[in-house]
């Protein structure tokens, strides 16, 4: 069974940094795209980042677009967030998601259950 | 960017009967659509992918139709579990996704 593990959510200050790390089984990681999207409290959903199984593709938002880095070990199944200068309006649940891959992109087959990131003074 | 637009914002139904759900695209993306369903505290899961294709292990009460910019998901003889936030996203040009539509019990 295909199983996504965040962790690394937490309370951080405005300018802080913050990295989340996605634990993936159930299927051969080194042959995906993946993907994080995120969701503000009581809001709707917002595409975040994609990394090739590669890593030599990797796209990002552009409200995230200098702040936030994703990078993956698929030598131990794992995806990464790396959250930088991070702001108010990033505050929410983080998920990462796995890329059911078409030639224009793609949709998200698997997600995890989140973490959840909260920016505050 | 694509604007997805998502009518209605609110939807209340029996169980047993059917809804529809409608959601329009800023721009053509031909079938590069997808649906989830989020119910709550819990993560979306997907349902239709290119517009009408089911993933893998979603009843067959859900469908899904269109292409361009105007989408449909029907979803037939409504269970308890079916009331939820509905959301599409297009995958033509970046990622986004719609507002979400409620679909709440009557």
């Known amino acids: 069974e295909v199983q996504l593990v965040e962790s690394g959510g937490g309370l951080v200050q405005p300018g802080g940094s913050l990295r989340l790390s996605c634990v993936a089984s159930g299927f051969n990681f080194n042959g995906y795209y993946m993907s994080w999207v995120r969701q503000a409290p009581g809001k709707g959903l917002q595409w975040v980042a994609n990394i090739k199984y590669d890593e030599r593709v990797k796209t990002y938002a552009d409200s995230v677009k200098g702040r936030f880095t994703t990078s993956r070990d698929n030598t131990k199944n794992t995806l990464f967030l790396q959250m930088d200068s991070l702001r108010a309006e990033d505050t929410g649940v983080y998920y990462c998601?796995?890329?059911?891959?078409?030639?224009?992109?793609?949709?998200?087959?698997?997600w995890g259950q989140g973490t959840l990131v909260t920016v505050s003074s | 960017e694509i604007v997805m637009t998502q009518s209605p914002a609110t939807l209340s139904m029996s169980p047993g009967e059917s809804a529809t759900l409608s959601c329009r695209a800023s721009q053509s993306i031909a079938t590069n659509l997808a649906w989830y369903q989020q119910q709550s505290g819990q993560s979306p899961r997907l349902l239709i992918y290119?517009?009408?294709t089911r993933a893998t292990g979603v009843p067959a009460r859900f469908s899904g139709s269109g292409s361009g910019t105007e989408f449909t998901l029907t979803i037939n003889s409504l269970q308890s579990e079916d009331f939820a936030i509905y959301y599409c996203?297009?995958?033509?040009?970046?990622?986004?996704f719609g507002q979400g539509t409620k679909l709440e019990i009557k």
């Open positions: 996203q297009q995958y033509e040009w970046w990622y986004t």
């Open positions: 998601a796995r890329c059911n891959y078409s030639p224009r992109g793609c949709s998200f087959d698997w």
């Open positions: 290119a517009a009408s």
